[in-house]
């Protein structure tokens, strides 16, 4: 089945370690995107990748670093930089042609760091 | 900066009565927007789009509004069910930058 895959789904981290989420998809979408939920904040946009070898931040980028090597993935580090990344994590994919699409999310990373 | 406001962190209605759920916008570039419902722990799922040159789309029990020069748009639920309890998020896209409100906790009572 097509779909998203996000993974692991629960993941605790010390203070100071760098952590990477991992996000893939076999929807064929070109765009794909992380967001970050926080009680009473709504989905924050961390960054998004319209095509292969190029991305974007969004609002909340600092601390956090992404690559697009493939179409299919998406991977997210959380580094030692974010100041609060206890959080959970949203990934998504967008489908339709330039503009008018809408998102497909993953199940989510709930990560906590102790 | 928020550029998608959802003000009403919650709202309750009875079963079978309607369901109004609102959202403002702060960028005028934002060209399609989109209703997405949200289960605790899941990824939320898609509900109902509108592109910017229409202010109507309707799907079924589902309705949302737009208007431009307000900058506002709703989404209305008619009749609620039970089963339509869940967290709403207000996304607006431009160029594929999709950005969302903070969300409304519709609960609808039986």
């Known amino acids: 089945d097509g779909g998203i895959t996000q993974s692991p789904k629960y993941l605790f981290r010390k203070e100071g370690q760098n952590v990477t989420l991992s996000c893939e998809q076999n929807l064929n979408h070109d765009a794909m995107y992380w967001y970050r939920q926080d009680p009473g904040q709504g989905l924050r946009l961390i960054y998004y990748s319209q095509i292969v070898n190029d991305f974007q931040k969004g609002d909340i980028a600092e601390g956090y670093s992404v690559s697009r090597e493939k179409k299919e993935s998406f991977p997210l580090t959380v580094t030692s930089a974010q100041k609060n990344p206890t959080a959970f994590y949203l990934c998504?994919?967008?489908?339709?042609?330039?503009?008018?699409?809408?998102?497909?999310f993953g199940e989510g990373s709930r990560l906590t760091v102790l | 900066d928020q550029q998608v406001k959802q003000n009403s962190p919650s709202l309750s209605v009875q079963e079978g009565r309607i369901s109004i759920l609102n959202c403002d916008y702060t960028n005028s570039m934002f060209d399609y927007f989109l209703w997405y419902k949200k289960y605790p722990a899941e990824g939320p799922t898609f509900l109902i789009s509108i592109s910017s040159i229409k202010d109507k789309n309707e799907d079924g029990r589902f309705t949302v509004f737009l208007n431009k020069s307000a900058k506002h748009l709703s989404l209305h639920i008619v009749p609620s069910q039970p089963g339509d309890s869940a967290v709403y998020f207000c996304a607006a896209s431009a160029n594929n930058d999709m950005r969302f409100g903070a969300g409304t906790r519709l609960t609808v009572k039986p």
């Open positions: 998504a994919s967008l489908s339709g042609g330039q503009r008018t699409g809408e998102l497909f």
